[in-house]
């Protein structure tokens, strides 16, 4: 629970009630939940602008936790679309509640029925990168042949980023630390550039589309790299911050544009992710797993801005075992 903003200390463990579903809710029993940084920039209110969401003095919701996968133990008189056992998973950014060992969900929210293949662990770790990485792959129309510089290659949205882009027929050069380059090989990027080695904002290459999936380059240190008509993507709002702005006016200018797209979290992405990860086109990569009662040292790790791929909180044991 989170009954205030702050630090990963503001997160305790706690025994409350289990929820009951309402009519057009289901009552799901979370086998595996992530922390991400989407819950890190909720529980700490950064940006401020969060408030104004989820409570101006404190949260309104004191259990975090967008990504889920479980099994439905109760339904509501109303739902026709789900039934006791299903496992299910989602993403819920909004209304949260996944770090807890049961959640309540609505039939018409972000959740459907589990990816075939895939461990609970893995559909839990599935949704927030691929999320972020499909709705500005999808912003800013990439298609095959273009040529894509991925900024941040090793985080969830950049190493979701990759394997999509490459699913697409995209080139991809990737940019990231010298340990990651043999995993962003294997991710399908074709081309790396080892950030320790060289700044890539001097690469001699040109891009038709730089997306900075870490957020934390500019638009002007990246403006050299774009095509004429190039595009500028970033999941940061940039230092000033300016890249909402900028997505307004720099299409007006007809050339080097950004595109900051704010992404919908409806069951139609879920569903798009589900398709990609029983195609094989996307596999979430896993860092660390947590038990719930050392969910605190979990944040304490996102929040070091060097996790790989996702970490996981395992409520059960075992979420990374098929089922
Ligand atoms: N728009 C939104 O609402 C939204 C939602 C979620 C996340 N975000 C933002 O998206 C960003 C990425 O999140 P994520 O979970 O995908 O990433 P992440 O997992 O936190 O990224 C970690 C990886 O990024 C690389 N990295 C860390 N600091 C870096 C720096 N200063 N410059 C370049 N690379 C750096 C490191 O890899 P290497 O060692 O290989 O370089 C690290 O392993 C975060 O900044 C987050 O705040 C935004």
Do not use: W
Not at 3 to 10: A, E, I, L, N, W
Not at 150 to 175: D, E, K, N, P, R
Not at 276 to 304: C, H, K, M, N, Q
Not at 313 to 320: M, N, Q, R
Request: aromatic share 8%; charged share 25%.
């Amino acid at each position: 629970m989170c009954t205030r903003y702050g630090p990963p200390d503001v997160v305790a463990v706690a025994d409350v009630a289990t929820p009951e579903a309402r009519e057009n809710e289901v009552l799901v029993r979370v086998v595996a939940t992530t922390v991400n940084r989407t819950d890190c920039g909720y529980r700490a209110a950064k940006p401020f602008i969060l408030r104004f969401f989820t409570g101006l003095r404190r949260p309104r919701r004191t259990v975090l936790g967008t990504e889920f996968a479980g099994e439905i133990e109760a339904v509501g008189g109303a739902v026709t679309s789900f039934e006791v056992g299903d496992r299910v998973f989602g993403y819920l950014e909004g209304p949260f509640g996944a770090h807890a060992e049961y959640l309540t969900v609505r039939e018409d929210a972000s959740v459907a029925t589990m990816p075939a293949g895939s461990t609970f662990e893995e559909a839990a770790a599935s949704t927030e990168g691929s999320h972020y990485a499909l709705a500005n792959i999808r912003a800013a129309k990439i298609g095959g042949g273009q040529d894509v510089l991925v900024h941040g290659a090793t985080g969830a949205i950049g190493s979701a980023a990759v394997q999509l882009l490459t699913s697409l027929g995209a080139h991809v050069t990737a940019v990231c630390g010298a340990d990651h380059v043999a995993l962003v090989e294997r991710l399908g990027a074709d081309r790396v550039i080892d950030s320790g080695a060289a700044d890539f904002t001097k690469d001699e290459k040109t891009y038709d589309v730089v997306f900075d999936a870490v957020g934390k380059s500019s638009f002007g240190r990246c403006r050299r790299l774009l095509k004429p008509k190039g595009i500028y993507l970033s999941t940061g709002l940039g230092p000033f911050p300016q890249n909402p702005i900028l997505a307004l006016v720099t299409p007006l200018l007809r050339g080097k544009r950004v595109v900051f797209p704010i992404p919908r979290h409806d069951r139609e992405l879920l569903e798009d992710t589900k398709e990609l990860l029983e195609s094989g086109a996307f596999t979430p990569v896993i860092d660390r797993r947590y038990p719930l009662e050392e969910i605190v040292d979990a944040y304490r790790y996102v929040e070091t801005g060097q996790k790989i791929g996702n970490v996981v909180i395992d409520l059960v044991g075992g979420a990374d075992q098929p089922r």
